[in-house]
């Protein structure tokens, strides 16, 4: 994948690894100074940022909680995430990397064991990076990378900057559907109509017809109570899962807290409308949901007996 989308980064919109299903200049998406954010093998960017956002936390709970001997193929994996970052021209991967990370940091501060590993691991990524910076072929992508962040969060946050950014995408998309429920049928406008394709069937219009966001569509298609308590069953069902990730952690199994982030973001503002999408939300939640189901009791020979026979991974 990382390889695939050096090649649309670098190469023009014409040549055929840039050309989508809607023909030429349909899968690259505006980033900055003439660079366009790729798609990699899906239709558009945001399939590709949730893909390597999901391959980082697998990456992050299996170094912090799995087994040993890292293969070799791990640490490949690691510096293709390191370089994919400035070629995706993507704030929500950075975003990602950044709760992840965090998430990270939290395992190790409750854990020594997982302390050290997670020292460890920031060095190893040290010594990847800084040789990685000094080839000049990656300068193109770094500075398109911080330019498009400047820019975008110049538009997005205002004087606040980032932290207006968080606001607007946020607390706006949580908040934004209070400003036209009087416009909204008790009942909603029917489930699919907020999607493209509901749009374009229903209205022969292309767009997101009854708002962006997933607050937006949601409660629009549902009507305001449903998709109210529809959102809200998601974000319960992340408390719970959140809660338990967080007891896990506790007992020695760091895997679901870091599994958390993204799929937290998955239930509180994931666009189900879009099937990319979709298909990582269930993927992300899935695997965070039956990685609370794990016992290290269960794996002995993976996680080692001395600790199944002290019994303090079980609870």
Known sequence: MTVLVGFQFYLPQSHFVNIGIGGEGSAGFAGALGRFRPPGTFSFTAGLSIYYALS????GAWFVGGTRPLPKLYWIGVACQIIALPLSVSRTLAFSYILIVLSIL???INSAKSLGR?????????IIVVPLTQFPVFDDSIDAFMKRWETATENEGGDSGVVGVLEKRVIGNITGPLERIEEIPLFGYGIGLGTQTGAYLYFGIRGAVLGEGEWWRVTAELGFLLGI????????????????????????????????PMALYFLTLGDTGVP???GFFVMQVGLWATSLKVNESDYPDQFG???????????
């Open 56 to 59: 980082a936390s697998l990456l």
């Open 106 to 108: 939290y395992t190790g």
């Open 118 to 126: 997670v020292v460890f691991a920031f060095l190893v990524i040290a």
């Open 229 to 260: 308590l529809f959102m809200g069953t998601r974000i319960w069902l992340g408390i719970i899962l959140g809660l338990n990730s967080l007891k896990k952690n506790r007992m020695g199994q760091p895997a679901p807290l870091i599994l958390a």
């Open 276 to 278: 990319t999408l979709l």
């Open 305 to 315: 007996e001395k600790a199944t026979q002290k019994g303090f991974l079980n609870g």
